[in-house]
């Protein structure tokens, strides 16, 4: 017998390089095209829609309506730059976090310490997203964890406000941001800290001059996580924000009401994570990703 | 309740009602028949035939429940699909995919599934429980009758209360007062409903307190009484420790001490179950909502349907319902069936139209102004949506 009798699906695949690639490729692009931005371009779409007054029924039309809605009532602004300020703070808080922490695990820590770190960073994301909203909503509520443990020291905690927000957020996906940093200093050569040291720079000028150009790609994986995420989360604003308004909570009020402006709404985070994006292209980072 | 929609002049109103003739064979007293809108025709279910496999119902959680949907299937054959919808905008949009038969709307979804073609008017002649036992304020009411033609089977009603923290806020407030004046000595520990129904409530303490602005109808705002309506919330904006949309999340600002006193339904403050926490309608009346029973203009099982809306509207049924979500039964008949039922009824005011005389039920605010004025056009519910947005800034 030959192999051709036996494996006739294998046979015919090693004969056709287009077979092969289309048989790879055919299911993931079917989900990318398809489904994925097919319905993100439909959504987005319906920014151009008219919506009926009454019936908030939308009809297929090509008008700028809900863009100049948008133009004309200056909160969609306010709440657009409040949205932007809170992602920044929430990637720089995490940034800021993430680096020593990814030197002490990665360079100082023992194998034991270091391990339970990883497991410490990791283990919040073992409970579902609404637990860990909730779970801060009862530590920051007035008479919750926060104010009666503090309360002694004469210290009270935000309340529901724009700030519970950030450390919530943070709370969130510092996890995204902690594991590239930790995994890509871990990465780096022990020789190179040699190196450096025997060029006589100490720890800082070590940090800032050999372990920081290296960690650039994966502090922009890590933001990239973090600041896209939360610019498109307004659960955290409804539960723990108390009066913040996030574009995604104007999105939520919107998509029954009046769907062309949920839609052209909806692609002001778009613009600002494809300007991110556009920008951190320009440092050189993403090819080095 | 029905003069409120009477501000027409009589010779106009008269009009109206000959116009709309038909609407006494219908059973309706004519009180919808004020106003009139271009509706679709959809035809009405003429006669009852054999009941189909199953129905498939949008409803608030509580409203079809095994105890009483288990014995309606047992009698009919009728399986019932319940969905349950958190907002009156996600029960629109899914009534308008054509998947379902009955919806329980509210007064503010009502109107735009009428007006959209989406639902089918009634024929009361199929349901014999929508009679006599029907508390009259829930009967002809503009959201759920329609140029004569009866769309809605009433279920229950409740008011948006006052609620307050009675340790903190130690006096029961009579006045709205203290969760919209810029001096509040509660200032800080509001709450406010989040969503663009809440100006509403803004429009029903300027119509107290403003009469100069005009307002006879919170839903039916022109540009300068919404713009008044938007100032105050913004007033509020600074009063609140938070805005709550969903309930769970209002009852632990309660429990949590983050707020003492502001919007509220009668069930939450049963469910948060804290004897400190008490309510009260202020002077100035209140905003609320009344829920009817509405059938899919699309609907594939009509029989099942219709005696579902039949089953339910009947006195024990009926009661079943409002006890479980806590409001007032649209069958007055229940109050006297039991101590319980009495005592339920006497809680939730379901008798006491002079309570309810002094609540807006929900209504979708649209251009045509619903207060008869027709000098002028009124905001629609966009024109809210987007007001909104300004409130918190």
């Known amino acids: ?289 | 309740m029905k003069k409120r929609y009477r501000a027409l002049p009589a010779m106009a109103a008269a009009a109206a009602l000959v116009l709309a003739g038909c609407a006494a064979d219908a059973g309706s007293d004519g009180a919808g028949g004020e106003i009139t809108f271009d509706v679709p025709d959809v035809p009405m279910l003429e006669e009852k035939g054999d009941y189909e496999d199953a129905v498939d119902i949008i409803a608030w959680s509580g409203f079809v429940e095994p105890e009483w949907s288990d014995a309606f299937t047992e009698e009919t054959g009728c399986v019932v699909n319940r969905r349950v919808a958190g907002t009156s905008d996600e029960m629109v949009q899914l009534m308008r995919t054509g998947d379902y038969d009955l919806v329980s709307a509210s007064g503010d979804a009502s109107l735009r599934l009428i007006v959209g073609g989406d639902v089918a008017p009634i024929n009361r002649d199929l349901i014999p429980n929508f009679g006599d036992d029907i508390v009259p304020g829930m009967q002809g009411q503009l959201y759920d009758t329609i140029n004569g033609k009866v769309y809605g089977v009433p279920i229950g009603r409740g008011a948006n209360i006052l609620q307050y923290n009675s340790e903190v806020v130690t006096e029961e407030p009579t006045s709205w007062d203290i969760v919209w004046e810029a001096d509040s000595p509660y200032a800080g520990q509001i709450t406010a409903y989040d969503a663009p129904i809440y100006i509403a409530d803004a429009a029903v303490y300027l119509m107290y307190h403003e009469p100069d602005l005009g307002i006879t109808n919170p839903y039916a705002l022109d540009e300068e009484q919404l713009a008044a309506a938007i100032e105050l919330l913004q007033q509020q904006n600074a009063l609140i420790s938070e805005y709550w949309s969903d309930p769970v999340a209002q009852i632990t600002s309660f429990a949590g001490g983050t707020t003492v006193a502001g919007t509220s339904w009668e069930i939450l403050r049963k469910l948060a179950a804290d004897d400190k926490l008490k309510g009260t309608l202020p002077v100035e009346g209140s905003t609320g909502w009344s829920d009817a029973w509405m059938i899919s203009a699309e609907s594939d099982a009509p029989n099942c349907a219709y005696e579902w809306m039949n089953y339910t509207s009947a006195a024990e049924v009926n009661g079943k319902i409002a006890m479980n979500f806590g409001m007032a039964p649209a069958n007055g008949a229940f109050c006297e069936t039991s101590d319980e039922a009495a005592a339920h009824c006497e809680e939730f005011n379901a008798l006491n139209e002079e309570y309810f005389e002094n609540v807006w039920y929900w209504t979708t605010p649209i251009e045509q102004c619903l207060d008869g004025r027709t000098d002028v056009q009124c905001t629609s519910f966009q024109e809210w949506t987007d007001a909104w947005v300004s409130v918190k800034g």
Not at chain 1, 197 to 218: C, K, S, Y
Request: charged share 10%.
């Open chain 1, 1 to 289: 017998m030959t192999s051709t009798a036996t494996k006739p699906v294998s046979t015919m695949l090693y004969r056709s390089r287009r077979l092969r690639l289309g048989s790879l490729l055919t299911l993931p692009l079917v989900w990318l095209v398809g489904l994925y931005i097919a319905s993100l371009a439909l959504l987005l779409a319906t920014a151009f829609w008219r919506v009926d007054p009454f019936t908030s029924k939308v009809t297929p039309a090509f008008q700028f309506d809900a863009f100049e809605q948008l133009l004309s009532n200056q909160a969609y602004l306010s709440t657009s730059l409040r949205t932007l300020g809170i992602a920044l703070t929430v990637t720089l808080v995490s940034a800021a976090f993430a680096i020593p922490l990814g030197i002490y695990m990665a360079k100082i820590a023992s194998p034991w310490m270091r391990g339970f770190l990883a497991v410490a960073i990791t283990l919040p994301l073992w409970a579902g997203y609404l637990v860990k909203i909730l779970a801060m909503r009862v530590t920051f509520t007035e008479e919750g964890f926060f104010n009666s443990f503090f309360g002694v020291f004469g210290i009270s905690g935000p309340g529901f406000s724009q700030t519970t927000v950030v450390l919530t957020l943070t709370y969130l996906w510092f996890p995204y941001m902690a594991l590239p940093v930790y995994t890509a200093i871990r990465q780096i050569p022990v020789n190179l800290f040699d190196a450096s040291a025997d060029l006589g720079a100490r720890g800082w000028t070590t940090i800032r001059t050999v372990v920081m150009p290296l960690l650039a790609p994966a502090l922009i994986a890590g933001s990239v996580f973090t600041f896209s995420l939360s610019l498109g989360d307004y659960i955290a604003a409804e539960l723990v924000g108390g009066r913040t308004q996030m574009i995604g909570s104007v999105i939520a009020n919107n998509i029954n009401l009046n769907p062309p402006v949920a839609a052209a709404f909806a692609l002001v985070p778009i613009a600002f994570v494809v300007l991110y994006l556009l920008g951190t292209r320009r440092t050189g980072a993403l090819e080095r990703m």
